[in-house]
């Protein structure tokens, strides 16, 4: 069973910086797609960045020039590296890995870990 463990939330003030860590029980080789999505209070989960195994790199324009996903193979970890906070980035932040296996896709998700940005 693969698991993702976030890590790196907190409360920051509009303008700081968080980076948030997903440790994966497995080598981030073995998933077709990684990212990062949020959920606010009262709203959809959405996707905030998310990379694909052929090298693709996709960041919501609400994030875009202030957010940057990367990774750490030898750790199985991947990072998301958040700049000039506003108080609209407030939310849950959740790892995705996404492994198809044709019919089927199989998606499975960290825990969450809540960023809070105070204006």
């Known amino acids: 069973q693969v698991q993702l463990v976030e890590s790196g939330g907190g409360l920051v003030q509009a303008g700081g910086s968080l980076r948030l860590s997903c440790v994966a029980s497995?080598?981030?080789?073995?998933?077709?797609?990684m990212g990062w999505y949020r959920q606010a209070p009262g709203k959809r989960r959405e996707l905030v960045v998310g990379?694909?195994?052929?090298?693709?790199?996709n960041y919501a324009d609400s994030v875009k020039g202030r957010f940057t996903i990367s990774r750490d193979n030898a750790k199985n970890t991947v990072y998301l590296q958040m700049n000039s906070l506003k108080p609209e980035d407030t939310a849950v932040y959740y790892c995705?890995?996404?492994?198809?296996?044709?019919?089927?896709?199989?998606?499975?998700w960290g825990q969450g870990t809540q960023v809070t940005v105070s204006s």
């Open positions: 995705n890995a996404e492994r198809r296996q044709p019919p089927y896709t199989y998606n499975y």
């Open positions: 497995e080598s981030t080789f073995g998933f077709d797609a």
């Open positions: 990379f694909s195994s052929d090298g693709s790199t």
